[in-house]
Structure formats: structure tokens, C-alpha cells
């Protein structure tokens, strides 16, 4: 078995003292309650290259913390080996939820907003001042991509370069300095590298990686915060609902909504979802999949599900709810739009009322987490709408074969949509 052996070191001696907002500290963090160690000898991990992994750190029962702002002087010798060898998991039984991995990616900086460098650590929880600006006001965001094992073993990621743009807008409006798209792509290539054992085999699923860009600088009154650290981790992943690509069960919500005008609806920040939480455990109590909102001023417009974007199609034609500062631009919602287009659909980005939605011939969901889910049935109000007959439709599985095929390598990548993680 192919193995690499990494040697990091640094020179200067001196004690670990705490640096506060400068962002030549970044990701320099320690780990909580650790010490470091000069020899450090990790189990068989994916090889990787260039990986900025300045030493690893060991603590008894494997719980790490990381204390942003914390800089050691000196930084001992560290070696670290990965091999090309799976995680002893059921990897024909995922689902979507959180699986702990091996390294997460921590970057910060200052208040000049600059970002550089980043680091590798071993994943774990992390230490934030108590008035932190992201558990205070909420001044954080977060991103969704994945990364896909192919059947010759290479590994991709699709689109990244758009998470990193929807990522430097949603900073904008939530007054945070963003890392670059460079800076944002080979952070999140460094992860997966670390993190490759993780990634499930051709066919069984996808490596989901979750970028964070938090306040974490401490602010009592309402500011920005003076820090700020981006924060990459990963899990290995299947379908996100239960139901796979057999349809899912949608309630029409007229009373809750999910965004307003001038609000931020259109960025991915914390703060849009946890008030869908309420409405769609209700929904789901009463056997539904999730929910979907309608516009807060017409109360008659179509917007999205409670974390993807939604379709309507009728004959050969498809429509999505235009974007007008209310509704997240999806990538895949984007991706689906232009692979529906090149395959002589006609389609319209513009607003879709519920009546439409009702006479439909077909209905979608799409997203990062979903990719594409058919929806089997609508409930808005008291009439209950169904489509297809319990099966997905035509062009629901149509666009999700001819996306999926670029994912996974199946078909040419003609859109330049994939990225070779080496």
C-alpha cells in the first residue's frame, strides 16, 4: 500500500502566547489541552501534496478543540502519514448525515480583511469567545459543494469556483471580509486531499464539504466582528432525502415565509434556516418531505423549498422562479438551467404562481444536498395534486442523468464544470 510521509518544520524557539486579530496568526490556532508533539505518527491516511499541515496534534480520547487566536511560537517537527485506503464503513447505508472525519481547514484574519495562509487540523470542536460576533448577531455564513470518486479512482469537485463567488457576495452583505476564489478552491481541495479515504467509492454516495465563514472576533455592541475565520469540514454523504430519487411529498406553507424583499434571502447565511425548522417539522409530522414557500407580498409566487431551489414543467417547457433578491441562486439550480437548455428545453426564469405549479406536468426540486428530486405530490391548501403516477418524470430524470454523468465522469464534460483534485 502507497504511502507519503510529510515533514513540516519551523525554526525559533519561544513560549505559546495569545495573538489577538493579525492575520499572519492564520490558522495557527492550538488545540485545546494538547501539547505538541515532535514525532506525531497518524494512521493510514490518503497521500496528498502541498497540504500546509504546520503539526499535528494529539490529545487522549481524540477530542481536539481549537483555540482561534492562539499562536504557538515555535512549531515542531511533525510527520504525518496518509494512505490510499478507505474508512471501515457501510458504505451501501449513508444517508445524509454528519460523519466525523479526519482534518478540517482553518483559515483567518484581522481587521485589515486579509486572508492568508490556512492550516489543516485534526477535526474537531472549536473554542469561540462567548461574544463572538456569528453566536451574537448571527454574522456568519456557509457554503455546500461535493467531491466525487470516479470509476478510475480520480477525484472532482464540480463548480467550485461558483460556491467561492456566491460566498464573496453573501460576505458583502453580512459585512465580512471573503478569501479569494483562489484561496477559497485550493482550501477546499487541501481538505478533500486530507480527508480521501473519506470520500465513498464510485456509485455509493459523495464526500459533502461544508465551507463556514464565521465572525469570530469578540463585540458586545452591534459591529462587525474583528476577526474572522473560515472554516472548511467534510463528510461522506448519500441521498439527502429518504425517499433517493423515488418522489417526494411537498406542502404548499401559506402562512410562514421564508424571506422578504431587501431581506437576505438570495445569500446562504445562517440565519435563513433555522426559522424553516418549526414549519417543516410540522410538515413532516404530518407525512410530508418538506415545504414550500411562497412569495411574502403576493402570497401566490413560487420561491424554494426549505434548502433547494424548485421546477415547474409543462409540455416541453421549464420554469423556475426568477431571482429577483429573495431566492438563493443555487449552483446546481444554475447547472440544471444550462444542461436543460443545451438539450433543446425551453426555459424560463420568471415568476411561477401556485396555480401553475398545480397544473403542472411535472415537478422538481434541485440543490447540492438533493441534486435532483422529483416531487411526487403538492398539498396547498386543501386539494392535493399528484404527478406521474408515484414515478419520476421524463425530464426530472433526464437532467439528473446528464448532470450526474459530468459528476461522476460518465459523459465528456463539454461545460468545463468539474476540477481535478490531485
Not at 142 to 161: N, Q
Not at 316 to 325: D, E, I, M, N, Y
Amino acid at each position: 500500500m502507497e504511502s507519503t510521509s510529510i515533514r513540516l518544520q519551523s525554526s525559533s524557539l519561544g513560549s505559546v502566547g495569545v495573538h489577538r486579530s493579525s492575520c499572519s496568526s492564520v490558522g495557527r490556532g492550538i488545540l485545546s489541552g494538547t501539547s505538541w508533539s515532535q514525532q506525531v505518527q497518524q494512521p493510514s491516511r490518503s497521500k496528498f501534496a502541498g497540504a500546509n499541515l504546520r503539526a499535528q496534534m494529539l490529545k487522549s480520547e481524540r477530542k481536539y478543540g481549537v483555540i482561534f487566536g492562539a499562536l504557538p511560537t515555535q512549531a515542531e517537527v511533525a510527520t504525518s502519514t496518509f494512505q490510499d485506503e478507505l474508512a471501515n464503513i457501510d458504505w451501501d447505508d449513508l444517508g445524509f448525515g454528519l460523519k466525523q472525519t479526519d482534518y478540517m481547514y482553518v483559515m483567518k484574519c484581522g481587521q485589515d480583511g486579509v486572508f492568508s495562509g490556512g492550516d489543516l487540523f485534526p477535526f474537531g470542536n472549536i473554542e469561540l469567545s462567548p461574544s463572538a460576533g456569528v453566536l451574537n448577531y448571527g454574522q456568519g455564513l456557509f457554503e455546500g459543494l461535493k467531491a466525487y470518486r470516479r470509476a478510475d479512482g480520480r477525484i472532482v469537485l464540480f463548480r467550485p469556483e461558483q460556491n467561492a463567488l456566491r460566498l464573496t457576495m453573501g460576505a458583502e452583505r453580512m459585512c465580512l471580509p471573503a478569501p479569494s476564489v483562489e484561496q477559497f478552491v485550493e482550501a477546499v481541495k487541501q481538505t478533500v486531499l486530507a480527508n480521501k479515504r473519506w470520500i465513498p467509492p464510485f456509485g455509493k454516495g459523495s464526500l459533502y464539504i461544508r465551507p463556514l465563514l464565521l465572525g469570530s472576533g469578540a463585540v458586545l455592541g452591534l459591529a462587525p466582528a474583528p476577526e474572522v475565520t473560515f472554516l472548511i469540514y467534510v463528510s461522506p454523504v448519500g441521498n439527502y432525502f429518504k425517499e433517493g430519487l423515488a418522489p417526494i411529498q411537498l406542502q404548499v406553507e401559506t402562512k410562514y415565509h421564508r424571506a422578504t424583499p431587501g431581506g437576505t434571502g438570495n445569500v446562504k447565511t445562517i440565519g435563513n434556516y433555522a426559522p424553516v425548522l418549526k414549519v417543516q417539522r410540522s410538515a413532516k409530522v404530518e407525512g410530508f418531505s418538506d415545504v414550500l414557500y411562497l412569495d411574502a407580498i403576493n402570497k401566490k409566487y413560487l420561491e424554494e423549498v426549505s434548502s433547494c431551489n424548485i421546477f415547474v414543467v409543462k409540455d416541453t417547457t421549464v420554469s423556475t422562479p426568477a431571482l429577483q433578491g429573495t431566492i438563493l441562486p443555487g449552483i446546481t439550480r444554475k447547472s440544471i438551467i444550462e444542461v436543460a437548455r443545451s438539450r433543446g428545453y425551453e426555459v424560463h426564469e420568471r415568476l411561477v404562481s401556485v396555480d401553475e405549479l398545480m397544473d403542472a406536468d411535472e415537478v422538481f426540486c434541485t440543490g447540492t444536498a438533493v441534486v435532483v428530486s422529483p416531487v411526487g405530490s403538492i398539498t396547498y391548501l386543501d386539494r392535493r395534486v399528484t404527478y406521474g403516477n408515484g414515478a419520476p418524470g421524463k425530464v426530472s430524470q433526464e437532467l439528473y442523468s446528464a448532470l450526474t454523468s459530468i459528476q461522476m465522469g460518465l459523459t465528456a464534460d463539454n461545460m468545463g464544470w468539474t476540477v481535478k483534485v490531485e
